[in-house]
């Protein structure tokens, strides 16, 4: 899917950078700028770093973007859409 033009400030799901981890998921971000074969993006922790354009999985579903209190209404009900949701829940 990353040979699709993302937008800026799009949120999208990236492949984990830290592969090293059983526990590794892809994790939300958003898209800052797009060079080339590269994209910036900000993680929730607001830390923008690079990473490969392909490892640019897939847009984020509205109701990833911030936390739902009935998870079951997530658009994309999968286990790293149910981690975030709780890591921002947690946040609050």
């Not at 392909?54 to 936390?67: E, F, I, P, R, Y």
Request: proline content about 3%.
């Amino acid at each position: 899917m990353s040979e699709f033009l993302r937008e800026h400030g799009e949120y999208v799901w990236v492949k984990p950078q830290n592969t090293s981890s059983d526990f590794a998921v892809p994790f939300g971000a958003r898209i800052v700028r797009t060079e080339k074969s590269q994209t910036l993006v900000c993680d929730d922790a607001k830390k923008q770093f690079w990473v490969p354009a392909s490892d640019v999985l897939k847009a984020m579903h509205l109701t990833s973007h911030q936390d739902v209190e009935d998870m079951i209404t997530l658009g994309d009900l999968q286990e790293y859409t149910i981690l975030r949701n709780l890591q921002t829940r947690y946040a609050k």
